[in-house]
């Protein structure tokens, strides 16, 4: 139960513009709740305060919340409830110990436990990022779903030899458009592992500042749905359900989709996304994918990756396009790890790539969530990995795991590789065959050395937009 709202304060008392100098008026709100070793986290922005009074809600997000609080004097009392099937709720009471915070704590009593809560109601100098707050030229964008065929790749060989196209599955996007305007450049943006629902989702409050500073430079956006169609709502606890590759495939599609688009001009399109969509971001300026399905004069212009997966996705002769690209890694992410980006990023240099890479010190996976770092008990990693395979699992140029790693594959997992790659041949001239053998393979690789745990979250949402902007709005131009 995660869960973030975020609008600004009006008329709030206690307001000091020494500490928030752009925005007066912005406070927020961070929850711990804790019961024995389960842990939940909340954040949320503070508004719309008349008479020291506030409202929040109700909205549906799972289940439908709704948020009332008071301030008397130096004191704050927060009422959270819910409903899904059952009901909730949960009192936070506390006390300004300056005129720019107050401390707060409450119980949740559920089957007989009581759940500790503790947290903080804090002035932020940053803007609200949600649909309730008004956002100039995000409320006047014009938007389009956009329904397309693309093709569920398994593995990257089968979108190497060009196999891929026996599989179509239909995906959508929503494309999202200033309001005047053609010719204009695009950014298509990738979800991670966590669905379609981020685009959404209410702890990721950065996204609407995002997009509204590219639609105010006459940037557009593409955000594509890469689950939906192949049945998924999510892989973060199972990344065998949808194919590693497919959100680049996807992407590379959907290029020559806004290229028909009489209001967007294909050769200034940009790509983004974290975790899955990072890596699918670092995939799609490759040219051994992006030549086959868009040929050679054609290419993303601009590649911003966060938090991609460079162990698991990587080439041992990387071809970049000429695409400027920037990595936005975690020092801390132990969910996809820096140092493995940092080492493939020298490797695309050395291959004349136009690459670039930053690693934020502290910051860890997921850092541009507004919830503060918390342990994800069910995201699937394979660190344990690194022990007999360091360098990851390198591709060859044909796309699948480097015959190199045949004698360490072939005594780790007690198979031979080269068994499983004339499979995933002979799997790709058949519709569907070849991601059912990826789930297959995925499976088998996590018994060995899959696990489930990593650190998520950090609140970085507003020096990831600060990244993010200006790099697409160069690159773009």
Known sequence: ???????????????????????PNSWKLDIQCKQDTYTWYESFFIANVENNEFTIGPFKWGSTFLFKGKIENKNIKI?????????GKINYTGEFINSNEAILEGTYKKDNNDWKCEGRFFKVDRPPHLDLSPFKYLSEATEEIIKFTSYNPGVPLTIINGSYVNSPVEVSGKLI??????????VVVVHSSGGPSEFTVITQSWRNDFRNQLLKNNIGIFEIDNFTGRGAKETATNQGRVSINAGELDALVAYKILDKHPRVNAKKLGITGQSRGGTASNMVVE?????????????????????????????????????????????????????????????????GGDVEIIVKEGWHHNFYTDTPAAKCKGCVQFNKCQVHFPDGWILDDEG???KSLQEPFSKFFKTDLEKWRKKFKKASSKPQASNKLYRKLYVKMYKKCGEKGTTIGGDHGKETVNIAVPFFVNALK
């Open 287 to 351: 040219k051994k994918f992006s030549d086959v399905v868009l040929g050679e004069e054609n290419y993303y212009l601009a590649s911003l990756p966060m938090a991609a997966d460079c162990y698991n996705i990587g080439f041992e002769n990387p071809t970049p396009t000429p695409a400027k690209i920037l990595f936005l890694m975690g020092g801390a992410d132990d969910y996809t790890l820096a140092k493995y980006c940092v080492k493939y990023v020298e490797k695309m240099k050395k291959a």
């Open 79 to 87: 009422i959270e409830t819910w409903k899904n099937g059952k009901k």
């Open 1 to 23: 139960m995660k869960k973030l709202l975020g609008i600004v304060v009006l008329g709030l008392v206690c307001c000091n513009a020494l500490i928030a100098e752009e925005y």
């Open 177 to 186: 458009l200033p309001k005047e305007g053609d010719n204009l450049p695009v």
């Open 400 to 402: 699948f795991i480097s």
